[in-house]
């Protein structure tokens, strides 16, 4: 069945960078996007971006345009979501989640997540 | 940004009740290909969201008949017509038709 494994939680510090992987199985990997979300405590979802596992093009909010950058390896079935200049804001629960649909070029939604990855801000 | 907002924020429920969860959108949905794209996702207690309901209305695989999806112009209902103990967690909507997706600030469902 699809499964997704994320890595484990981080610690950094404000300042400092985090990679996130998401390890994909069950499935044909370039065949989807992937797209990545976040939960900081108490708040509402929030919405990263999604990455074209295929070709690798990439969409990002406004809001993090230039600190977040998704990549992949389709070798692995791996796709990573890497934040830098990291504030305690930045500390949430990071998701990647596959949409429902191949092909499906960002829009659609996601009907497969990964278990999270606490990344904590903290001097 | 398309803005959504959900209500109730917290939702108890008797097993057995029925249970109604609204969301707005501070525009239309509907896209060019007919579609509506807003979706209704759970996040049980200690879990990743799951997908509900996609496109306004469909049920996404697996997911139990007691659960509906409707729409009125920019108004969204998610309903349970028959809440069981284990659809306690935090329901959320999300627009899909514009980026940034937005989600609603989610409704916590409870059992009394």
């Known amino acids: 069945q699809v499964q997704f494994v994320q890595s484990g939680a981080e610690v950094k510090k404000p300042g400092a960078s985090v990679k996130v992987s998401c390890k994909a199985s069950g499935y044909t990997f370039t065949s989807y996007t992937m797209q990545w979300v976040r939960q900081a405590p108490g708040q509402r979802l929030e919405w990263l971006g999604w990455?074209?596992?295929?070709?690798?093009?990439?969409k990002y909010s406004q809001k993090f345009q230039g600190r977040v950058t998704f990549s992949r390896d389709t070798s692995a079935n791996t796709a990573y979501m890497e934040v830098s200049s990291l504030t305690y804001e930045d500390t949430a629960v990071y998701y990647c989640?596959?949409?429902?649909?191949?092909?499906?070029?960002?829009?659609?939604?996601?009907?497969?997540w990964g278990q999270g990855t606490l990344v904590t801000v903290s001097s | 940004d398309i803005a959504v907002t959900q209500s109730p924020l917290s939702l108890p429920v008797t097993p057995g009740e029925p249970a109604s969860i609204s969301c707005r959108s501070t525009?239309?949905?509907?896209?060019?290909?007919?579609?509506?794209?807003l979706d209704w996702y759970v996040q049980k207690p200690g879990q990743s969201p799951q997908l509900l309901i996609y496109w306004g209305s469909y049920r996404a695989s697996g997911v139990p008949d007691r659960f509906s999806g409707s729409e009125s112009g920019t108004d969204f209902t998610l309903k349970i017509s028959l809440v069981e103990a284990d659809d306690v967690g935090v329901y959320y909507c999300?627009?899909?038709?514009?980026?940034?997706?937005?989600f609603g600030q989610g409704t916590r469902l409870e059992i009394k």
């Open positions: 999300m627009q899909t038709l514009q980026t940034p997706r937005t």
């Open positions: 990455i074209n596992a295929d070709n690798g093009n990439t």
């Open positions: 989640a596959r949409e429902n649909f191949p092909q499906c070029g960002g829009d659609c939604p996601l009907d497969c």
């Open positions: 525009q239309s949905l509907l896209h060019s290909n007919g579609y509506t794209y």
